[in-house]
């Protein structure tokens, strides 16, 4: 507080929080697109989350951090499974050839 106000006769119970907050890393990000702010604004409304804490969230998922790199697993179940097809190879031959009339 200001040295000519007197503690007692204020009460700022948000002080403390205010200033963790600003002593933080802090980023300002410009030039964010419109559908960005569209999609943080209604996730924060969604969620009852501030719009850094979206935006830190998303940092955070994006950056691979929160649980370690992301795992991808779709199509783990097709890994090992190939087998030759003779009859799939004829099948698809027809995309292996360039129509060179066509890029003309």
Known sequence: LPTHIHASTV??????EYIACVMGRQYTIRSVPDAIDRVVRHRAGREGKSMNAVVVEA???????EGGPA????????IGTWQEDPGFDLAVADFERVDDDAWK
């Open 11 to 16: 009460a700022l119970p948000a002080v403390p």
């Open 59 to 65: 940092l955070a998922r994006g950056l691979e951090l």
């Open 71 to 78: 795992e991808h697993t779709d199509l783990d179940h097709l």
